[in-house]
């Protein structure tokens, strides 16, 4: 019996993971795809976006939602779990697709494809690191030393040890691919720049490849062959040996409200939030009076984006729902009236 590949898709919050794999179901070419999502918060923003895609290649009761915490800190509880059940179909998918939250450190969940029960029914077809080319440029992960050395000069404060930057690595360090997104957002040199730095973090032999929107051709993405699982010590990972490595260093709650009157005055809302309590992500869906189909909400930094994705169904409550995502210490009590008070 042939081993069913398993694409794990890692990367920092904001790099386009979802987009990726939207355009990765709209142009499956006959596979037929099953997907692991890992949420980080209360409500499944992610599967409900994959879920819009309404794709053959994919369909609704293959597309599983893993809430109770990161990935690789509940392999045993949730991920096993999860995978024997796809495994165990009497008609299981040609590939898996595993989205991984924000916060997932890769190298655990590649191991957990060495436990009995999986070894011989699935591999790692490759581990894919996607980078915002757009953050990266504006130095918000950079990992050259000497701009670390400038940026603790200039600000004494800044945590250089912070989980942002080990997981940063950590993801490159065990990645068979590494995808260079939103590269249309840098100009030529930046990303040159930045191609030299992420060489200093992965393998030798992993490719580079540069993306728009995350679209990338399905044989690219997946096909690796890498079966990462049997080479797993050859991944280096700053928590080797730390069998807590937890993410407590981060916050996430839900807001939640109906009807916004209208877009403008939630994104003129939400600008000023985010700078103001350095908020990560926002994302969500919301409910605009006046209007049949649900606003997909997804702000990255400074970077609002929204657009209407799929008609509400019948049976879903015009809910507005946003997840907030940022680092330990966030003001919710003052972010939570502000959007509230947008809502209204």
């Not at 800190?73 to 697709?97: G, Q, S």
């Not at 970077?303 to 210490?329: M, N, P, T």
């Amino acid at each position: 019996m042939s081993k069913i590949p398993t694409t794990v898709i890692t990367g920092f919050l904001g790099a386009g993971k979802t987009t990726l794999i939207r355009h990765l179901l709209h142009n499956a070419k006959g596979r037929r795809l099953a997907l692991i999502v890992n949420e980080f918060g209360d409500v499944g923003v992610d599967g409900a976006l994959l879920r819009g895609c309404n794709d053959d290649a994919c369909p609704e009761d293959d597309i599983v939602e893993l809430a109770n915490g990161c990935i690789c800190c509940t392999v045993a509880d949730d991920f096993l779990p999860t995978m024997l059940k796809l495994l165990d179909r009497a008609n299981p998918p040609d590939h898996i697709i595993i989205e991984t939250s924000g916060l997932a450190l890769p190298k655990p969940l590649v191991k957990a494809f060495q436990w009995p029960e999986i070894r011989t029914r699935a591999t790692v077809d490759g581990v894919v690191a996607l980078i915002d080319a757009d953050a990266v440029a504006a130095g918000r992960f950079a990992t050259d030393e000497a701009a670390l050395a400038l940026a603790r000069a200039a600000d004494p404060s800044l945590d250089h040890d912070s989980p942002l930057e080990e997981l940063y690595e950590d993801q490159l360090a065990c990645a068979d691919l590494v995808i260079l997104n939103k590269a249309d957002m840098v100009d030529a040199d930046a990303l040159t720049r930045i191609e030299g730095d992420i060489g200093k973090d992965i393998r030798s032999g992993v490719k580079i490849v540069r993306t728009d929107h995350g679209a990338i051709d399905a044989g690219v993405l997946l096909g690796l062959f890498a079966e990462a699982e049997e080479d797993i010590d050859a991944r280096p990972s700053h928590h080797d040996g730390d069998p807590d490595h937890d993410h407590n260093d981060f916050d996430s709650f839900v807001v939640t409200g109906g009807e916004i009157a209208g877009v403008d005055a939630l994104v003129q809302a939400m600008a000023p939030l985010i700078e103001a309590h350095d908020i990560l992500r926002i994302k969500g869906m919301v409910a605009v009076a006046g209007r049949p189909a649900r606003l997909l909400v997804q702000a990255v930094g400074p970077r609002i984006q929204h657009y209407f994705d799929r008609a509400w169904k019948a049976e879903e409550s015009r809910l507005s729902q946003l997840v907030v995502i940022g680092q330990k210490g966030l003001d919710q009590a003052a972010i939570d009236s502000a959007l509230r008070a947008a809502f209204a």
